[in-house]
C-alpha cells in the first residue's frame, strides 16, 4: 500500500528513497550536493515532503529529441512505439544535474 503524505510531512531517508523510487546511495549524493535539503531531529535525517515535491518539479525536463520522435510516430499511425534508451537518458540528466551543467533548467 502506497503512504500518503502531505507538506508538512517530514521523512526518513528510507521513506524519501522509496517516494522517489531511489537508492540510499544516490539520496545521500543528493543531500550532500544540496540538491535536496534536508534537517537534523535528534541526529536523524529528515526531508520534507515539500522538498522532495520540489526537487522532482525543479528536475523536471522535456527531451526535444524523445518529443520529437513521438509527434514523427503520432503522424505516421505506426504500430511501433519509437524505442530510448531511458537508463542513458537518466543517468546523462543525473550525471548533468549532480556537476551542476544541468542545461534544460533554463540557465
Same mark, same amino acid.
Given at each position: 500500500? @502506497? *503512504?500518503?503524505?502531505?507538506?508538512? #510531512?517530514?521523512?526518513?531517508?528510507?521513506? /524519501?528513497?522509496? /517516494?522517489? +523510487? $531511489?537508492? %540510499? %546511495?544516490?539520496?545521500?549524493?543528493?543531500? *550532500? #550536493?544540496? %540538491? $535536496?535539503?534536508?534537517?537534523?531531529? &535528534? @541526529? %536523524?535525517? *529528515?526531508?520534507?515532503? /515539500?522538498?522532495? @515535491?520540489? !526537487?522532482?518539479?525543479?528536475?523536471? !525536463? #522535456? &527531451?526535444?529529441? $524523445?518529443?520529437?520522435?513521438?509527434?514523427?510516430?503520432?503522424?505516421? &499511425?505506426?504500430?511501433?512505439?519509437?524505442?530510448?534508451?531511458?537508463?542513458?537518458? !537518466?543517468? &546523462?540528466?543525473?550525471?548533468?544535474?549532480? +556537476?551542476?551543467?544541468?542545461? +534544460? @533548467?533554463?540557465?
Amino acid at each position: 500500500m @502506497k *503512504k500518503e503524505y502531505d507538506d508538512v #510531512s517530514l521523512l526518513s531517508i528510507t521513506e /524519501a528513497c522509496e /517516494a522517489l +523510487h $531511489i537508492g %540510499r %546511495r544516490l539520496m545521500m549524493q543528493l543531500i *550532500k #550536493s544540496g %540538491r $535536496i535539503q534536508c534537517v537534523m531531529l &535528534n @541526529k %536523524r535525517i *529528515k526531508i520534507s515532503y /515539500a522538498e522532495l @515535491k520540489r !526537487f522532482v518539479n525543479q528536475s523536471s !525536463f #522535456s &527531451n526535444v529529441d $524523445i518529443t520529437n520522435s513521438l509527434i514523427t510516430y503520432h503522424e505516421t &499511425n505506426s504500430t511501433t512505439l519509437p524505442e530510448f534508451d531511458t537508463t542513458t537518458i !537518466f543517468e &546523462n540528466l543525473l550525471e548533468e544535474y549532480i +556537476h551542476g551543467e544541468c542545461l +534544460h @533548467k533554463g540557465q
